[in-house]
């Protein structure tokens, strides 16, 4: 599916929620042989330093997402018990790390100019493959093939099915992609259960019944909010720097799947690869019906009029916050909607996930997160000696006891173990320490823990959640959150990442997306639907659709894509 965001709201969840929302997929695990005897103790002796040998520390800067979550009177980044941790850790390896905080939403400007300027730290972050492409292509980039085989027994292991499908340009491994640690993770569509409740609906499985609800949302206030207030389906700009608008769920019912690249910042389906020809969504005939759907949703008032000028989606929070919206697709399943509603919201609220929906030819469709997660590289403007430093401190990083303690912090000072579960030992002091956790954003080799699917363990974990606290709200929790991953284990699907040269793309493909994101809001609000949408075809061609699909076509064919295949 390529690109997904965290939304705004995200920030107010605790750092164990944050840990089990990243979406995001599984080790999978080499069959490797243990040898049958150790090392010899000369062996051993050798390979570690004698404490009066004390290695030579070579110092990485490594960027680190600002999400702007730091508590008040908190210690500076690098006074931070974990931050310090690492260090200590690092130490015998030789590594000290140093981290660069940038703010989320200036990531690819502040890269661009750490590349163009020479000034870049050492380890460096995309979710965009085109954009790791792009600086290879320039020479910007380290090859880490080498240097992952020597000092990467630990990533090859744990990031293997990250490693076979994305990283490599032009037969060259020029990042070291994250894995996921979700293997159930999407986009979603969630609506209010209670809603449907009140008016003896069910939930929607049609397009039909989807849009009946709308309706009965916005003509009989289900949730007592106010008829002008409500909001039946919660969408904001399709442009801007806040919460990531997001169109898959319903465009898949309407026959529209992602079997290429979405052109920077565009968040719905991307298009269909059909008789070897690749056609985005916005020029297909049921990209069209799709936003005449949309258009017709809008007139009827089931979407916010404010939504086309929402760009920081402050309108969209304020409307989630207070418990206004029946109905979206969004980055976080409904288990964790229903905690962050809850914070300000009706406390009786409940969201709960729509399966997909059958689409024209009988198919039910949903994308699945990718395998891998960010692309971790290394520029060439730093040394040899730290580029190899920065493979150590990934591979310390790909052990299993450290992918934990990244994601959830120190056993016997963060949490405990109960009966296989991972309980916080005093949450307020995690929120205080674990802040630097972010979005997973310090675990990079990792994102997340590797989800459990045993249902007392989930509801063990959330025992001293101030959120979910009682036995009925974690059993919820709980529930919602292993019908979610049924619902991906059922109807999951995923592509292939591109890897070939995109020169196409890389000269227009930000101003495309820019121009989509507008046209398509034009689109959905206008008077005469037709001609707008005339005009929208008009502006994409003029913008270099055509050029785009064709390059996508070509690179497709080369590939040998057949179209996207079952996830599970």
């Known amino acids: 599916m390529g690109k997904m965001r965290k939304g705004a709201l995200g920030a107010l969840a605790s750092v164990m929620m944050m840990s089990t929302y990243l979406v995001a997929c599984s080790s999978s695990k080499e069959n490797t042989s243990s040898p049958s005897t150790s090392p010899s103790s000369s062996t051993a002796a050798s390979a570690s330093p004698k404490p009066s040998e004390a290695p030579k520390i070579t110092k990485i800067k490594v960027e680190l997402w600002d999400r702007g979550n730091q508590p008040a009177g908190t210690p500076a980044l690098k006074d931070n018990v974990i931050v310090k941790w690492v260090n200590q850790q690092l130490a015998p390896l030789g590594v000290e790390v140093e981290y660069v905080q940038i703010p989320r939403a200036e990531e690819s400007t502040k890269l661009s100019v750490w590349l163009a300027s020479g000034d870049s730290p050492d380890v460096i972050l995309t979710y965009d493959i085109g954009v790791m492409n792009k600086y290879a292509e320039q020479g910007g980039l380290w090859d880490l093939g080498a240097a992952l085989d020597k000092f990467g027994p630990n990533i090859k292991k744990n990031n293997k099915a990250a490693l076979d499908v994305a990283g490599v340009y032009k037969d060259k491994r020029y990042a070291i992609p994250a894995l996921r640690g979700n293997p159930y993770g999407g986009a979603n569509m969630s609506i209010r259960k209670d809603w449907l409740d009140k008016l003896g609906l069910p939930v929607p499985k049609t397009v039909d019944e989807l849009t009946a609800a709308l309706k009965a949302f916005k003509e009989k206030d289900p949730g007592g909010v106010g008829k002008d207030k409500v909001v039946p389906w919660g969408l904001p700009a399709l442009t801007g720097n806040g919460q990531a608008t997001f169109m898959y769920g319903m465009m898949a019912a309407f026959g529209i799947r992602s079997d290429g690249p979405a052109p920077s910042n565009v968040y719905m389906q991307s298009g269909n690869f059909e008789n070897g020809k690749f056609t985005s969504s916005v020029a297909m005939p049921e990209g069209k019906e799709y936003f005449r759907w949309m258009n ?79 692309m971790i590289m290394v520029p060439k403007s730093s040394s040899q000696e730290k580029m190899e430093a920065a493979v150590k401190y990934l591979d310390w990083m ?34 205080q320490e674990l802040w630097v956790f972010g979005g997973g954003d310090l675990e990079i080799i990792q994102q997340g823990n590797t989800v459990t699917t045993d249902r007392k363990i989930m509801i063990a974990e959330q025992s001293t959640s101030t959120d979910l606290n009682t036995p009925q709200l974690r059993e919820e929790y709980a529930d919602l959150t292993l019908a979610f991953y049924e619902s991906v284990k059922k109807y999951g699907m995923t592509g292939l990442p591109i890897t070939a040269p995109r020169p196409v793309n890389d000269k227009i493909g930000a101003n495309l997306g820019k121009y989509i994101g507008e046209a398509i809001s034009k689109v959905i609000i206008a008077k005469d639907f037709d001609a707008e949408y005339a005009n929208l075809l008009k502006g994409w061609e003029a913008n270099g659709g055509k050029d785009y699909d064709k390059e996508v076509t070509d690179i497709l064919n080369q590939m040998g894509f057949k179209g996207m295949k079952k996830a599970f």
Do not use: C, W
């Open 296 to 374: 017709q949703l809008f007139k009827d008032g089931l979407i916010s009029k404010e939504f086309a000028t929402d760009a920081n989606s402050t309108r969209y929070n304020q409307d989630f916050a207070n418990g206004l919206v029946g109905f979206m697709d969004a980055n976080n399943p409904a288990a964790y909607q229903n905690i962050l509603m809850r914070k300000t919201g009706p406390k009786t609220g409940q969201y709960v996930t729509l399966d997909p929906m059958k689409d024209p030819k009988g198919n039910y469709f949903f994308n699945k997160t990718a395998d891998y997660g960010m």
């Open 398 to 431: 790909a052990k299993p006891e450290n992918i934990e303690a990244l994601n959830s912090g120190l056993e016997g000072v963060h949490f405990k173990r109960v009966d296989g579960a991972r309980v916080p030992i005093d949450p307020e002091k995690n929120k």
